[in-house]
């Protein structure tokens, strides 16, 4: 099986199909098989795509420090890694959820190694005092969630609505939830002057010169304004597919009807 080593961490990634390359990341407490395999998402576009997956580290097949400290940034130094271990100047990014905000942080920072981005179950936030507080909140519920010894002690509503829901994910049983905990522990975390990391995010933004895509469906539960990066970026649009939500969302077919579409335009020559 392919792994790659990230300064002591293995991760695991598959290669299927010729063509321009696209990176595709998974959400949160998912992995490159119950994300992008079993929902058709290789077949749909290793007929023209060079489809690159990988286990993000703490998922999947890839290593799975339990240390906070491993993950972070680090998550992005894997993807920026992986291209390096391909050969592989420029791709197109297609994200999910987790693998959405982990695709935005890359266009943010490195955008020279994008030709698109794709951002799928994704809502774009300036947030305030009140939803950095909602955040933490919702972070420490799943936390605990993910670290408690028995499921069925759980009190708290929406820990346990959390750990139930990702319980039915396909590839749940490849999880460590000790592993997942740690990659939480380092998410949602903004510091500083708000107003004015929010201003420089917004300006940077509008500074983006590579198409960009946002999916959701219609019922998904993401806070945030799910039209705001298509109405900021330049050059971005923005769909939605009626009656999903988003877990179902993702093996839908026009999903796959509108990515492959976008794809296709923005790789044509």
Same mark, same amino acid.
């Given at each position: 099986?392919?792994?790659?080593?990230?300064?002591?961490?293995?991760?695991?990634?598959? #290669?299927?199909?010729?063509?321009?390359?696209?990176?595709?990341? $998974?959400?949160?407490? &998912?992995?490159?098989?119950?994300?992008?395999? /079993?929902?058709?998402?290789?077949?749909?576009?290793?007929?023209?795509?060079?489809?690159?997956?990988?286990?993000?580290?703490? *998922? /999947?097949?890839?290593?799975?420090?339990?240390?906070?400290?491993?993950?972070?940034? *680090?998550?992005?130094?894997?993807?920026?890694?992986?291209?390096? *271990?391909?050969?592989?100047?420029?791709?197109?990014?297609?994200?999910?959820?987790?693998?959405?905000?982990?695709?935005?942080?890359?266009?943010? +920072?490195? %955008?020279?190694?994008?030709?698109? &981005?794709?951002?799928?179950?994704?809502?774009? %936030? =300036?947030?305030?005092?009140?939803?950095?507080?909602?955040?933490?909140?919702?972070?420490?519920?799943?936390?605990?969630?993910?670290?408690?010894?028995?499921?069925?002690?759980?009190?708290?509503?929406?820990?346990?609505?959390?750990?139930?829901?990702? +319980?039915?994910?396909?590839?749940?049983?490849?999880?460590?939830?000790?592993?997942?905990?740690?990659?939480?522990?380092? +998410? =949602?975390?903004?510091?500083?002057?708000? &107003?004015?990391?929010?201003?420089?995010?917004?300006?940077?933004?509008?500074?983006?010169?590579?198409?960009?895509?946002?999916?959701?469906?219609?019922?998904?539960?993401?806070?945030?304004?799910?039209?705001?990066?298509?109405?900021?970026?330049?050059?971005?649009? $923005? =769909?939605?597919?009626? /009656?999903?939500? $988003?877990?179902?969302? #993702?093996?839908?077919?026009? =999903? $796959?009807? #509108?990515?492959?579409?976008?794809?296709?335009?923005?790789?044509?020559?």
């Amino acid at each position: 099986m392919p792994f790659f080593d990230n300064e002591g961490v293995k991760i695991y990634y598959e #290669v299927e199909g010729e063509g321009p390359p696209v990176v595709l990341i $998974h959400g949160f407490a &998912a992995s490159l098989e119950g994300n992008w395999k /079993g929902t058709n998402w290789v077949k749909v576009l290793k007929d023209k795509y060079k489809v690159i997956l990988l286990d993000c580290r703490g *998922h /999947g097949k890839s290593d799975k420090p339990v240390d906070p400290k491993q993950y972070g940034a *680090h998550m992005t130094d894997d993807i920026i890694k992986l291209l390096d *271990h391909l050969s592989i100047k420029k791709a197109n990014f297609f994200g999910y959820s987790m693998g959405s905000r982990l695709t935005m942080e890359l266009l943010l +920072s490195n %955008q020279e190694l994008f030709i698109s &981005a794709i951002l799928g179950g994704y809502a774009l %936030q =300036f947030p305030g005092e009140k939803e950095i507080a909602a955040a933490e909140k919702r972070r420490r519920d799943w936390i605990e969630a993910l670290t408690a010894k028995d499921v069925d002690s759980l009190k708290n509503p929406e820990a346990l609505r959390f750990i139930r829901t990702i +319980s039915f994910y396909k590839d749940f049983n490849l999880q460590n939830l000790e592993a997942l905990a740690a990659v939480l522990k380092t +998410s =949602f975390q903004i510091e500083g002057d708000l &107003a004015k990391i929010n201003a420089e995010r917004k300006e940077t933004l509008k500074k983006v010169n590579v198409p960009v895509m946002t999916v959701v469906g219609s019922d998904d539960f993401i806070p945030g304004d799910k039209t705001l990066v298509a109405q900021i970026v330049p050059d971005a649009c $923005h =769909f939605q597919i009626q /009656g999903k939500d $988003h877990i179902n969302v #993702v093996p839908d077919p026009k =999903f $796959h009807m #509108v990515v492959k579409a976008f794809l296709d335009y923005v790789n044509k020559n």
